[in-house]
């Protein structure tokens, strides 16, 4: 009897059990039907919308040239866009990058090899020290790219007696993020040479032109050379037949969309026997660019716009289609033996597109003074977002030339009048070398009451005169936050990765060492002046709390000698390299060097 119950128990729980999953399958079944008609009818909407959408194209009224847009070129285009707009300084947008030069100042020519960063909106210089660097030079180029880095080719050295003298070869690449610096060996490179241009396009590096002086003679080149920065090479564009830009440096070169422009420079060439006369070039030329350089060809373009007169060291910056055009010199022919420097302070552009010049009319109110620097070549320019800064350049004035440190800035979209930021008030104060006789015949004139211009010299004598006015000392921008000044005193920093420094002993730039002093004993006989002059100012700091003890006078020639022994040691990895640099290049021999003629003609580097 037990056993039925409990067999029926479990048929009975056998068939409640069919009977659950006959339900769960039929509830399955009723929710996929469901979401099969959700499916079809979602299906359904969409189609509609879709025709709709159709049906909308068709019936838009459009423009005749309106034709059907691609979605990748339309991308595309807009990359491209955005690459040309980030063109200025990839990293930072408030920073400007200034590395080396030189500075003459009538009697020596000072060398620099320093990096510096301006920042915009603080208006403050930062010098950055890296352990390996390129040499002091001028006359180099150093362009940048959207990537971060920036890369610097050639570049001149001249000792600061002007005796020796050499044209670099070395290839670099600056980290704009780090700004440390790496030297490129990259196969075969362009030869030495300074006055060059080089300009960025794609990912192309673009170089023409420059002069090699190899002491007894100068040969100006119109080679044309391309550095592939994702490949990393160099290729020589040699294909290139006439017509084509002759050999000459110191010259226009911009990229403008996919046209590169090349305007003017200046040659020297050797007539009547030993006279080497100046050629101030005028020619406008185009290229238009593709990444098979075998296509490249040049096209020599007829000048339109306003007549601009002849002259060099006046480059030019590219921005939204034209050409920007800053100062430069002119030589004046006189007589057989009298040539005149004429320094100006134009303001021109190029209509790339057209190739017209014209005058840039900023606006401003009548009579307003100081609307753009005053004249000057060889200034340094670049352009950030739409602002156009110039800083420094030489202005030529009878036999004497002054160097200019000023910073100011012109919105090319607004095109107002220029902005002061860094004024250099002292520029035209600082000259070493001798007055010209000119100067001297001024001055007599002065003493015995005459006039130079002819006019009445009855004056007022309560008024102030001419050559009693001082220049006007303005104030310096910051060099450095006073936090990082603290910081540099109690950190240690590792040698091997760059530092910002602040330039506390400036007099230090002209005696420090240098890759022509032989040994450390020529070194200290050439800049014992300074060293004496800091051994003393240590002695007289001797009350004082100072990490060395007090100098006695008998030992001031000795403790001079430690001092500028210690400046040797720290240079000496930065001396290898620049001693290598000097085998490298060919150095020039003193005989040959003052064997160059020393006319106004002939001033080296003052042209490109």
């Known amino acids: 009897m037990s056993q039925s119950i409990l067999l029926t128990n479990t048929m009975a729980k056998k068939k409640s059990a069919a009977d659950t999953q006959l339900k769960k399958a039929q509830k399955a079944q009723k929710q996929d039907a469901k979401k099969a008609k959700s499916i079809a009818k979602l299906a359904k909407k969409e189609k509609g919308r879709d025709a709709l959408q159709q049906q909308a194209k068709k019936n838009k009224p459009r423009h005749p040239d309106e034709a059907d847009e691609d979605i990748d070129a339309v991308l595309a285009q807009f990359h491209k866009e955005l690459a040309e707009k980030a063109a200025a300084n990839p990293i930072d947008l408030d920073e400007l990058i200034l590395f080396a030069g030189e500075y003459y100042d009538g009697q020596k020519v000072q060398l620099f090899a320093d990096l510096f960063v301006y920042n915009t909106s603080k208006n403050e210089w930062r010098r950055i020290v890296s352990p390996t660097s390129p040499g002091p030079r001028s006359s180099h180029q150093l362009v940048s790219t ?19 003298f050499f044209h670099y070869k070395d290839f670099w690449s600056l980290d704009l993020k780090t700004y440390s610096w790496e030297r490129l060996e990259v196969g075969r490179k362009p030869s030495p040479r300074s006055g060059h241009r080089m300009v960025l396009w794609k990912h192309y590096i673009i170089l023409f032109g420059g002069f090699y002086d190899a002491g007894n003679e100068t ?59 100046g050629i101030v070039h005028t020619d406008l030329w185009t290229m238009k660019l593709s990444f098979d350089t075998k296509e490249w060809k040049w096209e020599k373009r007829k000048r339109g716009g306003v007549t601009i007169q002849p002259r060099s060291g006046a480059p030019m910056v590219s921005f939204k289609g034209k050409g920007f055009m800053f100062g430069g ?40 003074p100081n609307v753009k620097p005053s004249p000057r070549f060889n200034v340094m320019m670049c352009v950030q977002r739409s602002n156009l800064y110039i800083f420094g350049g030489i202005l030529e004035k009878d036999d004497k030339e002054f160097t200019f440190a000023d910073l100011q800035v012109v919105d090319l979209d607004k095109l107002t009048a220029f902005k002061t930021i860094i004024e250099d008030g002292l520029a035209l104060s600082i000259w070493a070398g001798e007055d010209s006789e000119d100067d ?64 506390e002993d400036p007099l230090f730039e002209a005696n420090k060492p240098l890759g022509t002093d032989s040994n450390l004993r020529e070194y200290f006989s050439r800049t014992s002046d300074y060293w004496m002059k800091k051994a003393l100012d240590d002695e007289n700091e001797g009350g004082q709390e100072t990490s060395r003890p007090p100098v006695k006078s008998k030992e001031i020639r000795r403790y001079a000698f430690v001092l500028a022994e210690e400046a040797w040691e720290e240079a000496e990895p930065r001396l290898k390299l620049e001693r290598l640099m000097l085998a490298e290049n060919e150095v020039a021999t003193k005989e040959a060097a003052k064997g160059r003629d020393s006319t106004k003609e002939e001033k080296r580097g003052r042209r490109v």
């Open 146 to 164: 959207n990537a971060g880095r920036a890369f610097l080719f050639g570049g001149e050295f001249v000792s600061s007696n002007q005796t020796t």
């Open 440 to 503: 001297n015949d001024s001055e007599d004139d002065d003493s015995d009451g005459g006039s130079t211009d002819g006019s009445s010299s009855d004056t007022n004598s309560d008024g102030p005169q001419s050559g009693d006015e001082q220049p006007e000392i303005f104030p310096e921008p910051v060099i450095a936050d006073q936090e990082f000044e603290s910081r540099l005193d109690t950190e240690e920093f590792d040698e091997s990765v760059p530092r910002v420094v602040v330039v």
């Open 219 to 277: 040969r100006y080149l119109d080679d044309l050379h391309v550095f592939d920065t994702t490949e990393c090479k160099w290729i020589a564009v040699d294909h290139i037949v006439e017509p084509k830009p002759t050999k000459r440096s110191g010259f226009g070169f911009i990229v403008s969309g996919d046209t590169l422009v090349l305007y003017g420079g200046y040659t020297k060439e050797v007539v009547k026997g030993k006279i080497a006369r």
């Open 329 to 368: 010199v002119s030589d004046v022919k006189e007589d057989d033996e009298t040539i005149e420097s004429i320094c100006v302070d134009d303001f021109f552009q190029l209509n790339v597109d057209q190739c017209r010049f014209y005058p840039v009319n900023l606006k401003v109110p009548p009579m307003a």
